[in-house]
């Protein structure tokens, strides 16, 4: 009976091995690509849109991944960055691209968003697992006031939390930016 019991206590613990292995293959992981650009169509802007000056100092930098550089040899967004450019209309500030693995919120690490020129854009790209996939987005823009104004420059600020789908363009509006975000699952051969 004792030699039973082992048996079948050995045969449980070899039939949950199967079950706690496949829950690590369940660990997925993500690429990431974001392009910020500037919209410079003019009247469109509010003196409401503007971030106030405590606004401006929420933005938690400490703690947050830093993505090296571009993960895959092409972006995939690089035929829409030469169009924005081209148009005259905007100008792109930042476009990054990195792989992340799905966390959740409470521990997911936002990546830092930095733009050519960093006096210019900051911010932060949450990415996490609540049920769904979510994406949380903070970006403040900096420009130099027009000539004649009080302040020497104009603070904008995009926030925006949102369930996202992987391998569809989502797109962030604010009057004075734009957000392209793609998530793009990653193939376990890839990695």
């Given at each position: 009976?004792?030699?039973?019991?082992?048996?079948?206590?050995?045969?449980?613990?070899?039939?949950?091995?199967?079950?706690?292995?496949?829950?690590?293959?369940?660990?997925?992981?993500?690429?990431?690509?974001?392009?910020?650009?500037?919209?410079?169509?003019?009247?469109?802007?509010?003196?409401?849109?503007?971030?106030?000056?405590?606004?401006?100092?929420?933005?938690?930098?400490?703690?947050?991944?830093?993505?090296?550089?571009?993960?895959?040899?092409?972006?995939?967004?690089?035929a829409i960055t030469n169009l924005l450019e081209r148009d005259g209309h905007y100008h792109v500030l930042a476009h990054?691209?990195?792989?992340?693995?799905?966390?959740?919120?409470?521990?997911?690490?936002p990546v830092k968003i930095v733009g050519d020129n960093p006096a210019e854009l900051e911010g932060i790209v949450r990415?996490?697992?609540?049920?769904?996939?979510?994406?949380?987005?903070?970006?403040?823009?900096?420009?130099?006031?027009?000539?004649?104004?009080?302040?020497?420059?104009v603070v904008y600020r995009l926030t925006e939390q949102r369930k996202v789908k992987s391998q569809e363009t989502h797109?962030?509006?604010?009057?004075?930016?734009?957000?392209?975000?793609?998530?793009?699952?990653?193939?376990?051969?890839?990695?």
């Amino acid at each position: 009976m004792r030699v039973m019991l082992i048996a079948l206590c050995g045969l449980g613990l070899l039939g949950a091995l199967p079950v706690q292995a496949a829950s690590a293959d369940k660990e997925s992981t993500y690429e990431i690509e974001v392009v910020v650009f500037e919209n410079r169509l003019p009247d469109l802007v509010g003196d409401e849109l503007l971030a106030k000056e405590a606004d401006t100092r929420i933005l938690k930098l400490e703690g947050v991944a830093t993505p090296d550089a571009a993960v895959s040899e092409t972006y995939l967004y690089p035929a829409i960055t030469n169009l924005l450019e081209r148009d005259g209309h905007y100008h792109v500030l930042a476009h990054q691209h990195w792989q992340q693995t799905i966390d959740a919120k409470t521990i997911a690490k936002p990546v830092k968003i930095v733009g050519d020129n960093p006096a210019e854009l900051e911010g932060i790209v949450r990415f996490y697992m609540s049920r769904f996939l979510h994406l949380d987005i903070d970006l403040l823009y900096h420009q130099a006031a027009p000539a004649g104004a009080q302040s020497g420059e104009v603070v904008y600020r995009l926030t925006e939390q949102r369930k996202v789908k992987s391998q569809e363009t989502h797109y962030f509006d604010h009057p004075k930016l734009g957000v392209l975000v793609r998530v793009m699952p990653v193939e376990k051969e890839k990695l």
